[in-house]
């Protein structure tokens, strides 16, 4: 396969996980916004941006931090990476340079994906931005099911890459957003708002369920960065997606006959990570703890680049 074949797949990959990611996102935080008082509401919009780090981009557009003006940018605004429109654009233009190779299913997910924001400038109330993030997460399910269904060789290996390397940043980010995501004054650990906080990163990752099957304590937040960090049974989590990456270039090695530094990397971090406790985690700095996890990410995705020559 040449090698920009394999980086337009794997960046397909990286932009339509993260778009749905975003969806999500986005989703959560109106419904956070909506049950929480007005300072905890800011605040959960504000951490919006802190997850997809944008907050110096949305800045420099001088308006307040408040729901219809983060919606907008985070959904509609091209001019940044942050933005769902942004990412689907992306996405679109690299299955586009690889269109043979894709099914019918899978191209039709990332155009009908990419119709929904056609012409679409503003969004009127909180029903159409539910309704807008819906329909991309519709059609980036109905993606990964076309990927699935897909032959199992070097095309869905190099998009589930990507989507691995992606899925792990983002839930990384996503809870080390707490950190960043301060209590209203008055607020008490463990009080409504704080409870509040915990579910929407949850209902982020499709995990609310997925909690009360495995703990049958109440919500926790030591349980839900349990949960998050190292139980491998949940799909986003960063136990899963290390695993699932080292799978992939294993698969990515026997095809091709080639090991090397990325295969080496990704090793390394899933038998770390499967050797971490997340009391040891809390104990010693969660904050840090992703941070340095974000940054091994990092280092990874440009080994894979590295690895696979993509341009």
């Known amino acids: 396969m040449l090698s920009r074949t394999a980086s337009s797949l794997y ?13 999500r996102l986005v989703e959560a935080t109106v419904r956070l916004d909506a049950l929480s008082s007005r300072p905890a509401g800011e605040a959960a919009w504000a951490s ?56 019918r299913e899978a191209w039709t997910a990332i155009n009908r994906a990419w119709l929904a924001f056609e012409r679409r400038t503003d969004l009127r109330d909180t029903g159409s931005t539910l309704r807008l993030v819906e329909a991309v997460q519709n059609e980036t399910r109905g993606f990964e099911g076309a990927i699935h269904r897909m032959l199992r060789n070097q095309t869905t290996w190099f998009i589930r890459l990507g989507q691995a390397v992606e899925r792990a940043d983002n839930t990384a980010r996503l809870v080390d957003v707490k950190y960043h995501l301060l209590l209203p004054a008055g607020e008490q650990v463990g009080g409504v708002v704080d409870r509040d906080q915990w579910t929407t990163i ?3 990752v499709s995990a609310v369920t997925a909690y009360r099957w495995l703990y049958n304590d109440g919500l926790r937040p030591a349980n839900v960065i349990d949960l998050l960090i190292g139980r491998p049974e949940l799909p986003r989590s960063l136990a899963a997606s ?39 985690v809390i104990a010693s700095g969660l904050h840090e703890y992703l941070q340095a996890f974000i940054r091994e990410n990092d ?8 690895q696979f020559k993509f341009h």
């Open 299 to 306: 280092m990874l995705h440009e080994a894979i680049g590295r």
């Open 242 to 280: 290390v695993e699932e990456a080292v799978d992939i270039l294993n698969l990515l090695a026997k095809r091709t006959g080639h090991h090397g530094e990325a295969d080496r990397m990704a090793r390394m971090r899933a038998s770390r990570v499967a050797r971490t406790r997340s009391s040891e």
């Open 202 to 204: 949850l209902q982020t």
């Open 48 to 103: 919006a941006l802190a997850v997809t780090d944008t907050e110096e981009a949305f800045s420099a557009y001088g308006e307040p931090h408040d729901q219809e003006a983060i919606v907008r940018f985070l959904t509609l605004d091209a001019a940044h990476g942050g933005s769902i429109v942004h990412c689907i654009d992306r996405a679109r233009n690299n299955a586009k340079a690889v269109r043979t190779a894709l099914t």
């Open 11 to 23: 960046w397909l990959g990286r932009y339509f996980e993260r778009a749905d990611f975003i969806a």
